[in-house]
């Protein structure tokens, strides 16, 4: 394969992946189901943005969040069998049961971990070291401006946390089995080691002073935003979208077999910081994983960090000192994206 | 068995007829599936098992026909494996009536894993009670030994909203020294909730009886298609 050129790097070379907007296949059928998955996704989010910008006081709180969230699956899933954007990423009863798992981890066993080292505790500890106080004008902001900035801070913060996973081997371990997803699916954001979704949920958006309706503002941002980056659904999206955005398409060209294309879009929600700092790939895949697409299952992805951080742990002590032969051969296929 | 009529009476008589491993009655329904498709009583056992040959012939999957019978096992297996649900199975075929039918008897982990599911799940709910009880109780136990710091003695200011917003129509902010009235409501019920847990079984369970019909029934729906489709001889 030889790929195309992107400012210095050859993108599928090892794999295929559509590098530009050209040839991105557009949504096929009548015109209802044009228009319909060519204004969805502005629309949601600007519906989004209205509900939480007028909702009064008593309803704009978390656990109605919470409900708009496990409705808004709903209807992904929904669009997901309507509107597929391949046959090959199809979701299953298995892949979907899967899932299932690992947002039920996020939900449960991770929340409760977070609640003693998580982000907030963090903030809480460092909050006493500085006056945060100058930072009090943020709460004058206009509400939108103060989401837009909690929601661009904390995806900066993703950013590079994400950046760090692919460039340094104890971080990349935790990330690599999220990058055996052999597709994209609604849920699929949520597969990963528990590790990784601990240290990708970090955020220091909390460390400044906003009004809690523009954090709930922030969080419908990513939810009508973020959302779009696993999901199996054709859209037109919108050439203004996909230049703030990240979207499907780059999220798909992240995830590819390539592995150059791995190193590329690396944001969450705003694509921008991938154009700024020089990682954006237009594009898209579907041809997507590691080791040639090998699934990875629950049981491998709890002990992959350990299991390969133990094995190169002994690999680079044998190799340092000399005195123990290397007990396994290394992995193929194992090592970082980058 | 003495039927001998048909092309199915030797291929009949001898092969084993489930799947070794556990077989314990009525529970082992849980994560077996046995079932059968009716199949054209021309076909040899051979022809039948060559037509379901690319339907199992797949990426990690060891296939083995031995006695009459076609056994298969999946390491795990690709997504878009069409019985990546069921990792192990066993097919053979019998005279039914005037016809035959092809018997399976296939295994998955991911049945039995789903079916558990809900008790993990009903345990992490647990332990998020446990966790609240036990932080009650620490946190009593230094209560009784220093007073109590009032957090009332630095009143929080009113947040306003910016003049833009407000003409907007957008609702202003609560009186923070008024929503804590209301928090206090909520402080008896501990840091970690466990609904999620609750919630999350109760999803489970539902996803196992969802793909316990589910998978049985397009399990049989590939096996039909892929019998009533001839091999392609220059596939083969």
């Known amino acids: 394969m030889a790929g195309v050129q992107v400012g210095k790097r050859i993108i599928g070379a090892d794999a295929p992946v559509i590098v530009g907007w050209e040839n991105i296949p557009r949504v096929q059928g009548g015109p209802i189901k044009q228009f319909v998955f060519t204004w969805f996704q502005p629309a949601m989010l600007f519906a989004a943005i209205a509900f939480w910008y007028y909702a009064p006081n008593w309803l704009a709180v978390a656990s109605t969040a919470i409900a708009i969230r496990l409705g808004w699956t709903v209807l992904l899933l929904a669009l997901e069998w309507v509107n597929p954007r391949h046959a090959s990423w199809q979701l299953t009863w298995k892949e979907g049961v899967t899932d299932a798992f690992y947002v039920g981890l ?154 150059e294309a791995t190193r590329s879009n690396y944001s969450g929600t705003w694509i921008i910081w991938d154009r700024m700092f020089g990682t954006c790939v237009d594009g898209e895949a579907e041809v997507l994983g590691m080791e040639g697409g090998r699934r990875m299952h629950i049981g491998e992805t709890m002990v992959f960090p350990f299991r390969e951080g133990w094995r190169d742990s002994k690999a680079w002590l044998a190799k340092r000192f000399g005195t123990h032969p290397v007990a396994s051969p290394p992995q193929a296929g194992l090592e970082p994206a980058e | 068995m003495n039927e001998s009529a048909g092309p199915w009476g030797a291929a009949a008589s001898a092969p084993a007829r489930a799947l070794r491993g556990f077989a314990i009655p009525y529970i082992d329904m849980i994560w077996r599936v046995r079932g059968e498709v009716p199949v054209d009583a021309s076909l040899s056992p051979e022809e039948a098992f060559a037509r379901l040959d690319p339907l199992l012939r797949t990426p990690g999957t060891t296939l083995r026909v031995e006695g009459g019978a076609l056994t298969y096992a999946k390491h795990n297996p690709a997504a878009q494996d069409k019985l990546a649900t069921f990792t192990r199975g066993r097919l053979w075929i019998e005279p039914a009536g005037a016809g035959a039918v092809l018997r399976f008897d296939l295994f998955s982990h991911a049945l039995l894993l789903c079916f558990l599911a809900p008790l993990l799940f009903l345990g992490f709910a647990q332990l998020a009670v446990s966790l609240n009880a036990y932080e009650a109780a620490a946190a009593k136990a230094e209560a009784s030994q220093k007073d109590k710091k009032k957090d009332e003695d630095k009143p929080k200011p009113v947040k306003k909203l910016n003049p833009i917003d407000e003409f907007l129509g957008a609702p202003a902010p609560e009186d923070p020294s008024k929503k804590k009235k209301d928090k206090k409501d909520d402080e008896d019920e501990g840091r970690h909730s466990p609904e999620p847990g609750y919630f999350l079984a109760g999803l489970f369970a539902a996803l196992y009886l969802l793909g316990r019909w589910l998978e049985p029934w397009l399990a049989r729906r590939r096996f039909r298609a892929a019998l009533a489709e001839p091999v392609d001889s220059a596939a083969s």
């Open chain 1, 106 to 259: 996020g939900m449960t066993f991770i929340g409760m971990v977070d609640s003693y080292i998580g982000d907030g505790v963090i903030i809480k500890a460092v909050q006493g070291a500085f006056d945060w106080e100058k930072f009090g004008w943020f709460t004058g902001l206009p509400l939108l401006v103060q989401a837009v900035l909690i929601s661009m801070i904390f995806d900066f913060g993703q950013y590079w946390m994400h950046r760090a996973m692919h460039n340094w081997h104890p971080l990349w371990l935790t990330h690599a089995p999220h990058h055996y997803i052999t597709q994209l699916n609604v849920q699929k954001g949520a597969v990963g080691n528990p590790i990784e979704l601990f240290l990708i949920g970090l955020g220091i958006g909390g460390l400044f002073d906003f009004l809690p309706r523009a954090f709930l503002l922030a969080g419908a941002i990513g939810m009508t935003v973020g959302a779009y980056q696993h999901i199996n659904v054709r859209f037109n999206t919108p050439r203004w979208w996909r230049f703030i955005f990240n979207t499907t398409e780059h999220h798909s060209v992240h995830h590819s077999q390539d592995y």
